[in-house]
């Protein structure tokens, strides 16, 4: 991957939840526990980011990330947290309890730049960090994770709202999808293209690789579901791998149950809270899908 691409990764760590369409992302400004209209106790970092200044390195020394590569964490507002590990995206769920927490296996994408060994190792690290974490505090616009014994492992400082767009009239190119039992990431076959679009009718639409595809679904303010994907018949010899890419890709897709968007990065995620595929938008030309 090229240093545009890491810088596209990099920027982006989607994941907030967008709601009713394409209602602006809502970041909150600290740590409000406050009831709301409801009665409910707000989760306190919910719809936060937050940029990577230090973490303990596996020395026991406390160091900056490399220039230009600073992990970004999101916290969504369903239990899961997203971000760029400065290269690559990443997906977990995390759960809060006074304040206690605690993040599960990580999901990440698998792409570097050539020769960024010093940048492999600082994502590896940081990924095993942010699982070992067991508390936290937030200092005005810093938070501190800390692992069992109470040694702090990773503070951030707060990020500035990135600017997002919509769900709806916007075109989605698929980046990366999840594989196996979701543990690993893969990009999509050299040569072929996975599209989505959401219209504003309920329907969603885009090639699926070989085959045009459409469904209808349904958002609400955390999530979304998609119903009896159809798609046309054709068969596709080349390139190599294309059908069973297509095959993955559409059970995926059926699979959906949220999704979040920061930026210019599209994650859906599964009834599991895993993010299961990744897109970045591209905008059609012509009047009625225009780069914001």
Wanted: charged share 20%; proline share 5%.
């Amino acid at each position: 991957m090229g240093r545009e691409g890491q810088n596209i990764l990099a920027k982006t760590a989607f994941l907030i939840i967008v709601a009713a369409c394409i209602v602006s992302v809502t970041w909150t400004g600290g740590a409000d526990t406050s009831p709301d209209e409801t009665g409910r106790v707000a989760e306190p970092l919910a719809g936060t980011a937050w940029d990577l200044v230090a973490f303990r390195a596996d020395n026991g020394s406390v160091v900056a990330p490399l220039h230009g590569t600073a992990p970004l964490i999101v916290f969504g507002e369903s239990g899961t947290l997203t971000g760029s590990a400065g290269c690559n995206l990443y997906s977990a769920p995390y759960r809060i309890n006074d304040s206690t927490i605690a993040v599960e296996p990580v999901v990440a994408t698998a792409a570097y730049p050539a020769e960024e060994q010093e940048l492999v190792q600082q994502e590896s690290r940081y990924r095993d960090l942010l699982v070992a974490a067991a508390s936290y505090r937030v200092e005005g616009d810093r938070l501190t994770i800390s692992g069992p014994s109470g040694r702090e492992l990773l503070v951030f400082a707060r990020a500035e709202q990135p600017e997002s767009v919509p769900l709806l009239s916007t075109e989605w190119r698929l980046t990366h999808y999840t594989t196996g039992s979701g543990s690993t990431v893969a990009s999509p076959v050299p040569g072929t293209s996975i599209t989505l679009v959401f219209d504003d009718d309920g329907t969603l639409s885009g090639s699926a690789g070989c085959n045009a595809y459409s469904a209808p679904y349904r958002v609400n303010e955390t999530g979304i579901s998609v119903e009896r994907v159809i798609a046309t018949k054709a068969s596709c010899a080349e390139p190599a791998g294309i059908m069973e890419q297509e095959g993955t890709y559409l059970d995926l897709l059926r699979s959906a149950a949220g999704y979040r968007i920061v930026g210019d990065t599209l994650a859906v995620i599964d009834g599991n809270g895993r993010a299961i595929l990744f897109y970045t938008a591209r905008w059609a030309e012509g009047p009625e899908r225009e780069k914001p």
